[in-house]
T-cell receptor, first 114, second 109 residues
Framework: ETGVTQTPRHLVMGMTNKKSLKCEQH?????MYWYKQSAKKPLELMFV???????ENNSVPSRFSPECPNSSHLFLHLHTLQPEDSALYLC?????????????FGAGTRLSVL | GQNIDQPTEMTATEGAIVQINCTYQ??????LFWYQQHAGEAPTFLSY??LDGLEEKGRFSSFLSRSKGYSYLLLKELQMKDSASYLC??????????WGAGTKLIIKP
């Protein structure tokens, strides 16, 4: 079993739909992250949770709503998205407080907004 | 502003050596990462440099010069499976991870 699991792997939704992305980490880490990856662009950090508390919200539109019920699970709730939100959404986890703080990623959810 | 620059795409031949460069301008420096990402897959950690010099891990090596704001990833004895995107990222003074756009490496037989 991989360290960070994301579901679903692919998602197609209309602009009026509501859907959720799920991330689970099995590494015992204390921090979890949501990133957006668009073609030929750097990874964009969206949200950071440390010990279940949100520590970063990088000016993300309110149509993206994160939820972190415990240190192993992270959700991204989506509603009334726009076509420009189509991208690969990556979840990562790390053990903050260590020197390197290496982030481990899931395989992502490929989102298409029609 | 903070910036990470790396080439968009590179092509190399199976069995050869390739060097992928990364230059950075960030507010402070607390380490540099290289990740590999195959198409449709998760980015996977390759290396971490915080001090100047060369770190070697098998066929892959990573070099850092903090005074020049420069790093490179060196891949030896290239294999077809090395075709992937290689992402450079720097941790700044606030421990924020700043990412480059990635270098797509194409390996030809």
């Amino acid at each position: 079993e991989t360290g960070v699991t994301q579901t679903p792997r692919h998602l197609v939704m209309g602009m009026t739909n509501k859907k959720s992305l799920k991330c689970e980490q099995h590494l015992g880490h204390n921090a979890m992250y949501w990133y957006k990856q668009s073609a030929k662009k750097p990874l964009e950090l969206m949200f950071v949770y440390n010990f279940k508390e949100q520590t970063e919200n990088n000016s993300v539109p309110s149509r993206f709503s994160p939820e972190c019920p415990n240190s192993s699970h992270l959700f991204l709730h989506l509603h009334t998205l726009q076509p420009e939100d189509s991208a690969l959404y990556l979840c990562a986890s790390s053990q903050e407080g260590t020197g390197e703080n290496i982030q481990y990623f899931g395989a992502g959810t490929r989102l298409s907004v029609l | 502003g903070q910036n990470i620059d790396q080439p968009t795409e590179m092509t190399a031949t199976e069995g050869a050596i390739v060097q992928i460069n990364c230059t950075y301008q960030t507010s402070g420096f607390n380490g540099l990462f290289w990740y590999q990402q195959h198409a449709g897959e998760a980015p996977t950690f390759l290396s971490y440099n915080v001090l100047d010099g060369l770190e070697e891990k098998g066929r892959f090596s990573s070099f850092l010069s903090r005074s020049k704001g420069y790093s490179y990833l060196l891949l030896k004895e290239l294999q077809m499976k090395d075709s992937a995107s290689y992402l450079c990222a720097v941790t700044d003074s606030n421990y924020q991870l700043i990412w480059g756009a990635g270098t797509k490496l194409i390996i030809k037989p």
